[in-house]
């Protein structure tokens, strides 16, 4: 294993428990209030990379600003269901259920004329079996915490295409830093007009806000930028996949959750499915004719 794998699975790991500390910091913030500094933070930690990392792509400032706005809208959305389905359900089903973004990029991708392989085909159908398995109770009913998480993946789909799209024209580290700035105007805004955040809430939650909005933003993503120089793009998202096992591991580790013998097999399926369909394959040789 190289240094760059250990990035990745570094990453993996800080993405999965920061589900534990969003559950922990609601014990005193809102879940807008908790977004707003979140995204702030994280916003204020990437701009230091800028010194850091030099951009050597050439902008297209109209996509740059126009892109981070929708990109920022999405993850706003996104980290807002996220948030608050946490307070409905445990770490371990919302970052199962988060994850299942790898799984409907593909579907939403088919439709944009995306091509797919069949491999991949075959791991969304044991990600979407996973899926009701874990959150499908008796009577089909389904968990209020389950759901806004599902919603929630929708959102991380759309920004997983977006940003796909918006990679070709901009550099990653100014699109990061413009689309966590709309998102944490556009939290502030929904913080102050639903809650009533108060300095004295921030500072009693203010560890999970620093591991949420530094570890899992600033850190995380230095980490998965190396990692991902060296390590094929399937290969990296394999990897990535991994952060729902450390967010099920954080929550028994540290707020004793547990699984029943259904969600643990609806969590292995999807697992499984995730992995089948980032399974890196190998190239097949082109034969050259010979005249």
């Not at 999965?16 to 609601?26: P, R």
């Not at 977004?35 to 951009?55: D, G, Q």
């Not at 392989?117 to 109770?137: D, F, K, M, N, Q």
């Not at 944490?184 to 500072?203: D, N, S, W």
Request: a positive charge.
């Amino acid at each position: 294993m190289s240094i760059s794998h250990v990035f990745l699975w570094a990453t993996a790991a800080i993405w999965g428990l920061a589900f534990v500390a969003q559950s922990v910091g609601m014990e005193s913030l809102g879940p807008h209030s908790f977004n707003a500094v979140r995204f702030l933070l994280a916003t204020l930690s990437l701009l230091p990379l800028l010194l850091i990392f030099k951009i050597k792509q050439s902008q297209n400032n109209t996509k740059l600003w126009l892109g981070g706005l929708a990109a920022g809208s999405c993850l706003f959305l996104g980290f807002t269901c996220q948030q608050i389905g946490l307070q409905y359900t445990t770490a371990g089903n919302a970052g199962f259920i988060t994850s299942m973004y790898i799984v409907f990029v593909p579907i939403l991708g088919l439709m944009l004329g995306h091509k797919t392989e069949r491999h991949t085909w075959v791991g969304v159908g044991l990600a979407l079996i996973g899926l009701y398995s874990l959150t499908v109770g008796p009577n089909l009913s389904v968990n209020k915490g389950d759901a806004i998480e599902l919603l929630g993946t929708f959102f991380w789909t759309g920004h997983v295409l977006l940003i796909s799209y918006l990679s070709r024209y901009v550099s990653a580290l100014p699109l990061s830093i413009v689309q966590f700035s709309v998102a944490t105007v556009l939290a502030a805004l929904t913080a102050f007009t639903l809650e009533a955040p108060t300095i004295e809430g921030i500072k009693m939650a203010w560890w999970p806000l620093v591991y949420a909005g530094v570890a899992s933003s600033g850190i995380a993503f230095t980490l998965q930028t190396l990692g991902q120089k060296n390590v094929s793009p399937s290969v990296s998202a394999l990897i990535l996949s991994s952060e729902a096992v450390f967010a099920v591991l954080g929550g028994w580790i540290f707020m004793e959750e547990m699984l029943s013998t259904r969600a643990l097999v609806g969590c292995g399926f999807i697992m499984t499915g995730m992995i089948i369909s980032q399974w890196p394959r190998k190239a097949i040789p082109t034969k050259v004719a010979v005249s």
